[in-house]
């Protein structure tokens, strides 16, 4: 199909445009958002439908659905339309990540311009930039570097809307966005500037419903800064209570402030899911504490990514999130040879267990421990000897997934597999990859 569109882009362009004409006016809006992204970008879907929701396109509906559920419906008839393509899907078939084919952002990024939509930047001369194309509320500025200021003082103080997105590093003062006095988003796609640098920013512009940074670096170590119970991170976060999904960088510290300290997400009543990862190496004190952290009972998704080092004991102790469904380690995130899990250890509510490199032995678990597991995946643990044979009993269990483990833990999924279907049971499946 890719190939078709190429060699016939003109009448595939009409094509086109005949599609976006007859799309309903309330979808329109939907459609060219995507044109915010670079090329070949992978949008995450809660993000694109968080930035939906931000941008205003999403009235309060009449039904009983919230405004995510009305969005995701406005993507699935995108989707249907071949306007917007998935990229990939979650384990429950959730879209996870969507795009756009090349020659759709095209004609996208020609009609945003045309109808005054968004201004979307991909030169990174700026000179030669005109005030007059700066006329609008929405920009996007997608080129190799924003590091000069004079790109934003074209803006107009009216702007609503702000994506930034750049492949080196930039030193954009975070003072430049205090004059946007309506601004509704900001989206800074960029990993080298602290969450804390634009923190007193953001407190003067009201209108702020999104707030993007590739990095919330407020460290995790009570003694990292100064930082204690109470003051820096604990007030950061006691300050964006309406947050839903959250992500933390651990950065490699001085060996000093490795500390296993807990952290309150307490008033993060709405969180949905917590992403944490660590780029410290051989950090063999967790930085953070699992068993006296507080992490809120609205918590589905919880990952941890990188050489946490957390004890398995710790990671017992995540049962007492009664919504968690889905709980990814991976890359040493937890160490030790033995996972054991006692009798009263029950992960009610989750449906997908995943490990990729977390380098345990043996798993003393029940069926009792996981009642609602769907799906588990295992990926590069070599040393694990095999899955606890009583998981077969598991009666939600639809797949076992397993990467480049050891020999004899893909022979127990075998062996689960086939003592289920020898009891009749054949809607587990086992995916072997090597």
Not at 6 to 15: C, E, N, R
Not at 142 to 167: E, G, M, T, W
Not at 253 to 282: E, G, H, R, Y
Request: charged share 25%; proline share 5%; net charge neutral.
């Amino acid at each position: 199909m890719g190939e078709i569109i190429a060699s016939h882009p003109d009448k595939f362009l009409g094509v086109l445009g005949l599609s976006y004409r007859n799309l309903p006016n309330h979808l329109k809006p939907f459609f060219l958002s995507i044109g915010s992204f670079p090329e070949d970008y992978q949008v995450e879907t809660w993000r694109l439908i968080q930035l939906w929701i931000a941008e205003g396109f999403i009235r309060s509906p009449e039904s009983d659905k919230s405004l995510e559920e009305v969005a995701e419906d406005y993507l699935e008839d995108l989707i249907s339309r071949n306007l917007i393509i998935v990229n990939k899907r979650r384990f429950s078939s959730q879209i996870k990540v969507c795009g756009m084919h090349d020659l759709l952002r095209e004609f996208c990024l020609t009609e945003v311009e045309m109808t005054k939509f968004m201004h979307v930047e991909r030169t990174d001369v700026v000179l030669t930039l005109s005030t007059q194309k700066y006329n609008g509320r929405r920009f996007s500025f997608q080129i190799n570097s924003y590091s000069d200021d004079r790109r934003f003082k074209l803006l107009p103080s009216v702007a609503r809307s702000i994506y930034l997105f750049s492949k080196t590093n930039n030193f954009v003062r975070p003072e430049v966005f205090s004059r946007f006095h309506l601004l509704r988003v900001l989206a800074i796609f960029d990993v080298n500037e602290s969450f804390l640098s634009i923190l007193p920013v953001i407190t003067k512009l009201f209108h702020l419903r999104y707030l993007q940074r590739a990095l919330l670096a407020f460290g995790f170590g009570s003694a990292h800064h100064g930082q204690g119970p109470g003051s820096g991170r604990d007030k950061i976060l006691s300050s964006i209570p309406n947050l839903k999904i959250l992500i933390v960088q651990h950065d490699d510290l001085p060996k000093q402030s490795w500390v296993n300290s807990p952290i309150d997400m307490s008033s993060l009543t709405k969180l949905d899911a917590l992403k944490c990862v660590s780029n410290a190496f051989l950090s063999w004190t967790p930085p953070i504490s699992i068993k006296e952290s507080f992490f809120p009972a609205s918590l589905k998704r919880l990952t941890f990514a990188g050489w946490f080092g957390f004890p398995w004991e710790d990671i017992s102790t995540l049962v007492k999130l009664p919504n968690l469904e889905e709980l990814k380690l991976k890359d040493r995130a937890a160490i030790g040879y033995v996972w054991r899990l006692r009798d009263d250890d029950i992960f009610v509510s989750l449906k997908l267990l995943l490990f990729r490199k977390v380098h345990f032995t043996n798993w003393v678990a029940s069926s009792d421990n996981f009642p609602s597991l769907k799906h588990l995946v295992l990926k590069k643990c070599d040393n694990l000897k095999e899955i606890p044979i009583d998981f077969g009993e598991i009666c939600t269990l639809e797949s076992i997934e397993l990467h480049n483990c050891s020999p004899s833990a893909e022979d127990s999924a075998r062996k689960i597999e086939q003592e289920q279907e020898d009891m009749g049971n054949n809607c587990l499946k086992v995916y072997i990859h090597t």
